[in-house]
């Protein structure tokens, strides 16, 4: 116990910078936690290093390797099979369009339709059809301004024109 309690500092940087590395896995964002968990570790081994000399320190630097590889992949197990994975931590399933969900409005029913152009298409550009504004994407060509358009193909949000044919 006299030895815990003398090494205090080192043992609850040695903890707390495995914990802040676990929550850096599951955290999006910028990496705080794991900047300061890393930190945390490199002091625990410096502290140690300094005040037992370098042999203590290079076997902390293992020990501490070692229990951060063994949280780790303990933790990413139970992410995956475990306790966390039946937790509200982790995001689950998906949206599928049977449930209603869709990411883009559905413009398959313009195929066909006729618009105008309201900027240039190089090769993408502004459409106009009928009262609605369409990003629109040409097939490569470059179409000028006010020429009128006719949508062939839509694959999501993507809306492929091409000149319109005009009968006389």
């Known amino acids: 116990m006299d030895f815990i309690l003398n090494n205090l500092p080192i043992v609850i940087c040695i903890v707390v910078g495995i914990i802040l ?3 850096e896995m599951f955290m999006p964002g910028f990496g705080i936690p794991g900047i300061a968990g890393t930190l945390l570790l490199v002091a625990a081994v410096v502290l140690t290093w300094r005040d ?16 951060v590889g063994i ?7 139970s992410a995956a099979t475990g306790r966390i ?3 509200s ?18 413009k398959k029913a313009y195929v066909g339709k006729t618009g105008v152009t309201l900027t240039v298409l190089r090769p993408s550009g502004l459409a106009d059809f009928g009262g609605e504004r369409f990003n629109v994407v040409s097939q490569g060509e470059f ?6 358009v006719e949508i062939i193909e839509v694959e ?13």
């Open 156 to 168: 999501g949000a993507r809306v492929v024109v091409e000149k319109a044919k005009i009968d006389v």
């Open 71 to 77: 949280f780790i992949s303990a933790s990413l197990k």
């Open 85 to 87: 994975s039946r937790s």
């Open 52 to 67: 037992h000399g370098p042999l203590a320190g290079l076997g902390v630097t293992v020990v501490v390797i070692a229990l």
């Open 89 to 106: 931590l982790i995001l689950k399933g998906s949206s599928t369009k049977e449930e209603g969900y869709q990411s883009s409005d559905d």
């Open 21 to 23: 590395l676990i929550v």
């Open 143 to 148: 179409i000028d301004r006010d020429v009128q």
